[in-house]
């Protein structure tokens, strides 16, 4: 799972402060708040459709950003592809994993 | 401010002459701490919150400038961003100020030559941390400031209170961005705000008290929402979902 820091305005204690913010795939699964430690997340069953949906729409656009990035880096593409399909099996799991074990 | 402009399409594109510049300002306000990011580079439905921004103004005409007003410690990571998820256009990075408004004033110093040989005539500033504002959104106010001298979004507020929980009296406004305004009385309100040592709170504030432009209202859009609190990234990320993952 992706995990990105930033400063936010807690909702909760109405402080800007650094927030914890956990990805599933593309989708933001919770945030954290450091001051107060309020938690903001989706609801779960809202959670699993959109990451359906999410995942869906990735797949439909995959041909096509991969076209783009072919086009526009066609060194590093070619270079990096091996890699990065390995790596998709292992993606996929963490980000179900993600979602089931909450 | 004046009330929603009048004019046709075709008024608002017969009067642009020149070319657009685009200010995208992405500074924020924070030092940065450790494993914390701006905002604007926080992940929103695969891309950046500044790549969506940036894509808004895909489809703005005569755009001959983009400006990305960023702090150095972002340098790094924004060339990354827009290595990976630009649209190919040039982008120049200016470092950003203290304040919105010193940002801004940099922005604008670094395209002074080319307002003033003429290049650029209209100038649009947005706030990255604004990414759903939209290719229409943007393209009403630049064509309206072209014609007008001024633009900017707001949307009527309702449901406003006092502590005492009597309402509010008259019609409430918010204004958002972008905002767009003609580029050389611009320059010269940012240049003499800085002689006076005026800061103000948005472009609109500076232009009001420094010049002769009156700034129209074009109407604003509701989901053309400010990353502010969390979830406002939830949100986001909902309305890009509904709209298909496409800017609107």
């Known amino acids: 799972m992706n995990t990105e820091h930033a400063h936010l305005t807690c909702s909760a204690c109405g402080q800007v402060a650094e927030h914890e913010l956990r990805y599933a795939g593309r989708l933001l699964h919770s945030t954290r708040c450091a001051a107060c430690g309020h938690v903001v997340r989706h609801e779960q069953r809202d959670l699993y459709s959109a990451y359906l949906r999410d995942l869906e729409q990735r797949l439909v656009t995959k041909p096509r950003r991969l076209a783009r990035r072919a086009a526009q880096e066609p060194r590093s593409f070619v270079t990096g592809l091996p890699r990065a399909v390995l790596r998709q099996p292992v993606k996929l799991a963490g980000e179900l994993w993600t979602l089931l074990r909450r | ?248």
């Open chain 2, 1 to 248: 401010m004046r009330q929603p402009a009048r004019g046709t399409s075709r008024d608002r594109e017969t009067a642009r002459r020149g070319g657009v510049a685009l200010v995208l300002l992405a500074a924020g306000n924070g030092s940065r701490v450790g494993r914390e990011i701006n905002k604007v580079f926080l992940p929103l439905a695969g891309r950046r919150v500044l790549t969506w921004s940036l894509d808004s103004t895909r489809r703005l005409r005569n755009l001959v400038s983009t400006v990305l007003v960023v702090q150095d410690h972002d340098l790094v990571h924004v060339r990354e961003v827009l290595r990976r998820e630009g649209d190919g256009r040039a982008v120049e990075l200016v470092q950003g100020g203290s304040t919105r408004h010193e940002s801004e004033l940099h922005a604008m110093r670094s395209l002074a030559p080319r307002i003033h040989d003429g290049t650029i005539d209209v100038v649009v500033i947005h706030d990255a941390a604004r990414p759903l504002a939209g290719p229409t959104l943007f393209t009403e106010v630049v064509d309206t400031a072209a014609l007008l001298g001024g633009a900017l979004p707001v949307l009527s507020k309702q449901g406003i209170v006092f502590s005492d929980g009597t309402n509010v009296d008259g019609q409430l406004m918010t204004v958002q961005t972008p905002q767009a305004f003609h580029a050389r009385p611009l320059l010269e309100a940012y240049e003499q705000a800085a002689r006076e040592g005026f800061v103000g709170s948005d472009t609109a504030s500076c232009v009001e008290r420094f010049s002769e432009l009156r700034v129209h209202g074009v109407a604003g859009d509701a989901s053309n929402i400010k990353i502010t609190f969390p979830e406002d990234l939830f949100l986001a990320e909902r309305l890009l979902e509904r709209s298909g993952w496409r800017l609107r």
